[in-house]
């Protein structure tokens, strides 16, 4: 009788697992801005929730996100230390959120890649808490319950996040706009016509490039309208050739996807401002390109 009952304690422990695997996810992608670690955080999340007495559980969603949230801010510390290695700049790696807009949560907050990188400024008890409130709605008790600390605290980590991405959440700008935008970009673009571009560029425009070392990937953020203009311009007659473009929503945003032969080999989308084009983001290394599938224009 005993073996019954652990065998159907397995199977509630699966369903119950399986019902919130997604969430689980999505909110190690958002603490990590990686999908292979993320999937790491979902199978050691897999491996303890099997050990747990699941009578003693009354919130199995939360205790889930509990268990992904903390060990998330532990991957975090050695996660920053890898990027110390890491060639050029690094961005976070691009999902596409076509099939499953939310990753598992409530909202696409915290999901766009601007933000994303700037969640990489926090710490990761800041970032977690963000996350824990913007993406999921937690109340300040329950944050201050899952990072340890008291909740007067857990506020205080909200507020301090909060302020450093108020700056993106002022300028955000529709999808559409971003679309219109990053359109009128690629036919620039592919001309190498610098005046074209300019006029797209907001006037304090980067352009970051992550390639992790590959090939025609630039090692350095562009930085300011001329600048990225000339650096877009110079590389027109050979960067484009053999490609085609197509679409994809990718992080919630409109991104183009580059391909060779049927192979993505970049995927490029803008953040955009009421003043033009704030940032260009090329993902361009192949380990962050596996999620990504083209769909031609």
């Given at each position: 009788?005993?073996?019954h009952?652990?065998?159907d304690?397995?199977?509630?422990?699966?369903?119950?697992?399986?019902?919130e695997?997604r969430?689980?996810?999505?909110?190690?992608?958002r603490?990590?801005g990686?999908?292979?670690?993320?999937?790491?955080?979902?199978?050691?999340?897999?491996?303890?929730w099997?050990?747990?007495?699941?009578h003693?559980?009354?919130?199995?969603?939360?205790?889930?996100?509990?268990?992904?949230?903390?060990?998330?801010?532990?991957?975090?510390q050695?996660?920053?230390s890898?990027?110390?290695?890491?060639?050029?700049?690094?961005?976070?790696?691009?999902?596409?959120?076509?099939?499953d807009?939310?990753?598992?949560?409530?909202?696409?907050?915290?999901?766009?890649?601007?933000?994303?990188?700037?969640?990489?400024?926090?710490?990761?008890?800041?970032r977690?808490?963000y996350v824990?409130?913007?993406?999921?709605?937690?109340?300040y008790?329950?944050?201050?319950?899952?990072?340890?600390?008291?909740t007067?605290?857990?506020?205080?980590?909200v507020?301090?996040?909060?302020?450093?991405?108020?700056?993106?959440q002022?300028?955000?700008?529709?999808?559409?706009?971003?679309?219109?935008?990053?359109?009128?970009?690629?036919v620039?673009?592919?001309?190498?016509?610098?005046?074209?571009?300019?006029?797209?560029?907001?006037?304090?425009?980067v352009?970051?490039?992550?390639?992790?070392?590959?090939?025609?990937?630039?090692?350095?953020p562009?930085?300011?309208r001329s600048?990225?203009?000339?650096?877009?311009s110079a590389?027109s007659?050979?960067?484009?050739?053999?490609?085609?473009?197509g679409?994809?929503?990718?992080?919630?945003?409109?991104?183009a996807?580059?391909?060779v032969?049927?192979?993505v080999?970049?995927?490029?989308?803008?953040?955009?401002?009421?003043g033009?084009i704030?940032?260009?983001?090329?993902?361009?290394?192949?380990d962050?390109?596996r999620h990504v599938?083209?769909?031609?224009?």
């Amino acid at each position: 009788m005993q073996r019954h009952d652990d065998h159907d304690d397995d199977d509630d422990a699966l369903a119950l697992f399986s019902r919130e695997r997604r969430r689980v996810f999505g909110t190690a992608y958002r603490m990590l801005g990686s999908v292979s670690d993320a999937e790491d955080i979902v199978q050691e999340t897999w491996i303890r929730w099997q050990a747990v007495d699941l009578h003693q559980v009354d919130e199995p969603a939360a205790y889930l996100t509990t268990i992904a949230t903390r060990l998330s801010i532990n991957l975090l510390q050695s996660a920053h230390s890898r990027r110390e290695t890491y060639i050029g700049p690094w961005l976070p790696e691009p999902v596409n959120t076509e099939a499953d807009p939310s990753l598992g949560a409530e909202t696409t907050e915290a999901l766009e890649m601007a933000c994303l990188l700037l969640l990489e400024n926090l710490t990761p008890t800041e970032r977690a808490a963000y996350v824990l409130r913007e993406a999921l709605d937690y109340p300040y008790e329950r944050i201050a319950e899952v990072v340890g600390s008291s909740t007067a605290n857990a506020r205080q980590l909200v507020s301090r996040a909060r302020k450093h991405l108020s700056a993106r959440q002022r300028d955000a700008v529709p999808a559409a706009e971003s679309r219109r935008l990053l359109e009128a970009f690629l036919v620039a673009a592919q001309k190498g016509d610098v005046a074209e571009l300019e006029q797209l560029f907001a006037d304090d425009i980067v352009s970051y490039t992550d390639g992790n070392g590959v090939k025609l990937a630039a090692r350095k953020p562009v930085v300011g309208r001329s600048r990225a203009a000339r650096f877009i311009s110079a590389f027109s007659s050979h960067f484009w050739a053999g490609k085609s473009i197509g679409w994809v929503t990718v992080n919630g945003q409109p991104a183009a996807t580059l391909s060779v032969d049927g192979e993505v080999t970049t995927v490029v989308t803008v953040t955009a401002s009421p003043g033009g084009i704030l940032q260009l983001l090329w993902v361009m290394s192949p380990d962050k390109l596996r999620h990504v599938s083209a769909v031609e224009a």
